[in-house]
């Protein structure tokens, strides 16, 4: 298949274009490298990729309606995966524009593409963000999810109306996939374990938010891919209504404490934090916890690595990729 992923340079479209090339399939990656984050992190990614036969890219900004649009035009697409996106909970209070250009006009420029040029199926990233202030647990995809308590959650769930409203009205296949505290090697900065990585690292403190008590259902890179590759190469799932547009939740299903989850990330680096306990920032939530059942149903989803071995993986990697800090 020829299949166009979006954020391609980003953490989840990295490991999605590596195993979608694993199997045979070629793709076109865009991503615009911006500097939410050290640009040199997403550039050691992309040239991983552009190193493999059947990858191409363009770097391309997800608001740019002409670029996009000629993208599309220029290029037949079986399958398109969405995973570009502005993110970051606690950025969106500091920069709330950044999220209106690339999660609202961005996903609106790829549905644009979608319909005019007949995919046979759109596969896009959602967030667990949109749960926001629901206290029920786990989180089911069949909860009431018009609280949210950050400007990124509402831009994601505005993306999953969108996508509900797309697949209605010119009857393509569509399927949101809301992701629940992704991990793993080759990882974004700006979340907390590695955030806590670099201070424990450099023998500076780390700030625990809440006084540790949260709860996050941390999810495995892999276990994540999985799911994608599950979908991309299957058959789009038939919605149960008439409009072919389905919502998933992709999580470990076991929210950990996140003191539970410092003190595996010090045994995996042999490191001690100093912690720095602080209140609860605005636009955090207390806990997330997926319920999965729907997914495990209807496309076998079945995450498999648990907090500890996925974060002595992780700390591997950052050990081999900031050697100067593994000292």
């Known amino acids: 298949m020829n299949i166009l992923i979006t954020g ?3 953490f989840v479209g990295f490991h999605s274009s590596q195993r979608l090339l694993d199997n045979g399939h070629s793709i076109v990656g865009i991503d615009n490298l911006n500097d939410y984050y050290d640009v040199r992190l997403k550039e050691a990614r992309l040239s991983q990729l552009s190193a493999r036969e059947g990858f ?7 608001a740019n309606r002409e670029g996009m649009a000629s993208l599309f035009a220029e290029n037949e697409f079986d399958v398109v995966l969405h995973l570009g996106a502005q993110a970051g909970v606690r950025y969106s209070i500091d920069n709330p524009f950044a999220y209106i250009d690339s999660n609202l006009t961005g996903t609106l420029t790829v549905l644009e593409g979608c319909r005019h040029h007949r995919i046979k199926h759109l596969i896009y990233a959602s967030s667990s963000s949109v749960y926001g202030a629901n206290t029920k647990q786990p989180f089911s995809i069949e909860d009431r999810v018009d609280a949210p308590v950050s400007l990124y959650a509402a831009t994601k769930k505005a993306d999953e109306l969108m996508c509900q409203t797309y697949a209605h009205l010119y009857r393509f296949p569509i399927t949101g996939l809301r992701f629940f505290t992704v991990y793993g090697p080759w990882g974004r900065p700006d979340m907390a374990y590695f955030k806590f990585a670099n201070a424990i690292t450099a023998g500076k403190s780390i700030d625990v938010y809440n006084y540790g008590d949260m709860k996050r259902d941390f999810t495995y890179i892999d276990d994540i891919v999985d799911g994608i590759q599950t979908l991309v190469e299957g058959a789009p799932l038939a919605a149960s209504d008439e409009t072919p547009h389905r919502i998933y939740n992709l999580g ?23 912690k ?10 207390y ?3 997926a319920d999965i059942d729907r997914s495990a149903q209807d496309f076998g989803f079945s995450p498999k690595t648990d907090l500890a071995t996925g974060l002595q993986r992780f700390a591997a990697w950052y050990r081999e990729f900031y050697p100067e800090r593994a000292r």
Do not use: W
């Open 56 to 62: 191409s890219f363009n770097r391309l900004d997800l």
């Open 287 to 289: 806990a997330t916890y």
């Open 8 to 10: 391609a340079a980003g």
């Open 276 to 285: 720095n306990m602080l209140d609860m920032q605005p636009g955090d939530v």
């Open 252 to 274: 470990n299903n076991n929210p950990e404490q996140l003191l539970e989850m410092i003190s595996l990330l010090e045994d995996a680096l042999g490191r001690q934090a100093k």
